[in-house]
């Protein structure tokens, strides 16, 4: 006879979950099924019997049952023809079965069967079994698990055992002989076994084993109270006593109600551990003649799919006792047993067959002692003082784990031994190792050293001369040069902020690869950092014909905790980097938060038109000092370091950066990083850095500047008189503590580099005079840790070079008294204003309290120039009509996305213009709908309609703007 297909695996197994306890093999009786070789636990669904015992030990819920329920339940939503048959422990388990009846006819159910009755039938089969038997001992074991153990682990055992079927099974068979108006029908049964699944397959009469516990998880997710539905009462003969098969013994006892005593010695084996009973079992023993084994130790009112087992096994039995006694009363009654010889016909009931499994006798190796020795060499284990059979890999000996690791089961990184030996080893090597990285340690910390003082040198030689021509460009006056002239001053400036740029990404990258750059966290608003820079981006391309496109997804939150300056960074770096390589079509900025395997994060995507990147110079992209097609790019100006930088900070931040391209077609960079919310309350204030620092009229403030080449000290003494400061001038440390000492200084900006006493040095020996005045550092050494040391060494503040105009106005808000300084708005050229410029005068015009225009919130907005504030004038006027007409045809169609995108937009635009009124009105519809306040979008947005026309109205009666004067 051909062997049978194993059945499908009744236990599946969540890999995410497990961490290799091995507990999950230690309480497997057979082992062998349990996969160890791998990063995670597996089952071999040929070898494994279904008892179920891992899935209770494990506490990580990386084993589940796997039963038919939603088959069943799918089918029986479709309209397919099902009967169900209850097992006989579902009777302990659901307290109101016959509501439960009423319940499965109400889901469609066509007939429901009392499994119980099909238990009488089985003992009326062994009873013509114990008549014809000629082999002892007979073990009578409905039990899929034991029938299984004993077809793949004790096939000896097999013509021991009663070829007998399931209640369960008996049940469906009389249903397809006596009851054919369910000939059209599958069969289901609801049960307390899981390895029932195996047994279905098997014997192919019944087609869904729908677990109880499973039942109970469907009921509690679709709110089912089955106490409201009406009683239904089985189909079929009724049972008198086969329900208390279920229980301990409790064959015998059916079997003595139908059939009489058993004339053989009985042995009820129904405790753990049944299966070293059977390895046990000595058949020519004489030690019983009648053997019933169970795999759960309460009998099947216990079985392995029941769920959780909150009611005591004293409540379960008092349940089938009430039941029995009711059955048994009602057939006292009647005196009728006809229908159980009815329905019992042997010739309808085949008997059980049982075929043994070859797997594991073909797949299942013993190695020789050779092969043993060999394996134990591999697991560390030299002489058998190493045996410990510390049960730790789940198995009893080294000698099982042996076996396993033979045929591949397992692995020798299981073995705790191996691990234990495997450490002292690695500790050998590391310690060797140890000490020839303390060498090399040295030999590296001497070239870090002088590659840090070589750092700093060429930092100090480089940014002093450039400090003295960034800032000399910017304060040589520009009032009486010709055009020429001016177009050659504003060369000087980008040519040298360009060569700064160039400097400073040579020294990031410097600090980043000797780890010394450090992420400084804030609470800062995304949303307006995403704003400023996509407002400044907009006028890098206003000499190239592009369109460059802003998405800021409704999403992303306003307030984030992170380094923003490193945030900005990254966002220019990537979007100045796709205007330079792209000439034509466009670049889109977008940013979103999305949550991935459970994380939040934000994305922003930087897509161009471009010249696009080849797929074999990509891997070269973020490699330092390299540049893609040199031919085409040769005009582009830079150090090839950028994104090498950017993805170094990224990675710093627990973030990443993706590149997708195709070449002459366009690229996509994509920003990825983790979201930490942010908190308003504890976001930076700067609220006073957007003013200019200005000493008051009348009003005297001391200030030392100290440095020893004369350029740099004529440089901030310019600066400072833009401030309304007569600064005064030392020229060395030791000038500047005799100057000190004559009068007290309210600020000393202090060089770091000074021949024979540095700025430190003057510091120190000032605090030790008892000085207390401000000192803030101006340094062009601007490597990683300068700034820490100054601070460490009693200075108050820190200025690179060449100088910033907004870093030294913030430093000169900060420290100057109080009551001697004001805030001013600004000129472009950072100068403060007092009188209005002409294009100033021309938008005053429309300063009305109706349409009321912010210049210096504009201007602000503009990056300080006039020039680009009438662009972005001109840009509003010539957007605004297919705008606004956006909002319009959103708002009564009622499509709210949309209509938060655009009014989102309108915001932006408004707010860049310096229209500050419709900016706040754009903003709280925004804020409105984004909440799902539609009620008050619907009814502000008319008049906000209305405003905005009116607006734009009489922003285009204005007469023609005057020609403008802009300052360099």
Known sequence: MSEQKPPSGCIGVRAERCNNCRVCISVCPVKECIDDSGEAMSIRDELCIGCGRCVEACTRGARYFVDDSDDFFNDIAAGKKIVVITALASAAY????????????????????????????????????????????LIASSCPVIVSYCKIYKPELLPYLAPIHSPLVFTAIMIRNFFHQYDDCEI?????????????ETEGYIKYNVSISNITKYQRKNHVSILNIDKSFFDGPVPSCGIQITWQNGLFEVYQNIAGKIPYKVRAYNHEPAFIYLNELNTESGDAAFVDCNNCRFGCYRGTAVGAKRESIETQENRVFNILKKSNTFFT????????????????????????????????????????????????????????????????TCRDMAKAIFNGHNKVENCRYYLTASLEEKTIEIEKQAVEAQELAQKAMAASDAKAAFLANMSHEIRTPMNAIIGMSTLFPSGNLDDTQKHFLTDIKKMSRSLVEIIDDILDFSKIEAGKTAISPIHFNLRALVDNVSSLSKFLIQNKSLKFDIDINQNVPVWMYGDETRIRQIFTNLISNAIKYTNEGFVRFSVEKIKKDGKELIIAKVTDSGIGIKKEDIDKLFSPFQRMDERKTRAIKGTGLGLVICRQLASLMGGEISVESEYQKGSTFTLS????????????????????????????????????????????????????????????????????GEKRYDIIFMDHMMPEMDGIETTAKMRAAGVDSPVIALTANAISGVKEQFLNSGMNGFLPKPMDGDELNAVLAKWLPFNKIEMRGWQPDGTPRREMSEFEKYLSRLDTPEFHIDFATGLKHSGGSEETYAIILQEFIDGFPPLISDIEESFNKSEWRNYTIKVHAAKSSFANIGCNVLAE??????????????????????????????????????PPPPPLRFKY
């Open 94 to 137: 659901i307290p109101n079965r016959f509501h439960f009846n009423g319940w499965l006819r109400s889901l469609g159910v066509r007939a429901v069967f009392d499994g119980a009755f099909g238990g009488e039938l089985m003992a009326l089969a062994y009873r013509d079994c114990i008549a014809r038997r000629t082999r002892f001992p």
């Open 188 to 200: 289901a049964a609801v049960t307390p076994c899981i390895a029932k699944k195996r047994e279905f």
């Open 333 to 396: 009654q009647i005196k009728d047993r006809i229908n159980l010889f009815k329905y019992y016909k042997k010739d309808i009931y085949p008997q059980r067959v049982f075929l043994s499994s070859s797997y594991l006798r073909d797949n299942i190796k013993y190695p020789n002692t050779d092969e043993l020795q060999q394996i134990y060499l591999r697991m560390k284990k030299a002489n058998t003082s190493d045996m410990m059979n510390c049960q730790g890999c789940g198995y009893k």
């Open 673 to 740: 990083l983790p979201f930490t919310p942010g908190d308003e309350n504890l976001a930076e204030d700067n609220t006073a850095f957007n003013s200019f620092v200005r000493v008051k009229e009348g009003e005297n403030v001391n200030v030392l500047v100290v440095d020893d080449v004369r350029f740099n000290i004529v440089v901030t003494l310019g600066f400072l008189e833009r401030h309304n400061i007569k600064a005064d001038a030392a020229y060395s440390g030791m000038e500047a503590l005799q100057k000190i």
């Open 921 to 958: 009105r754009a903003r709280e519809l925004e804020a409105a709908c984004r909440a799902e306040n539609t009620a008050l979008c619907i009814e502000k947005t008319p008049g906000f309609l209305a405003e905005s026309k009116a607006f734009f109205k009489a922003l285009l009666l204005l």
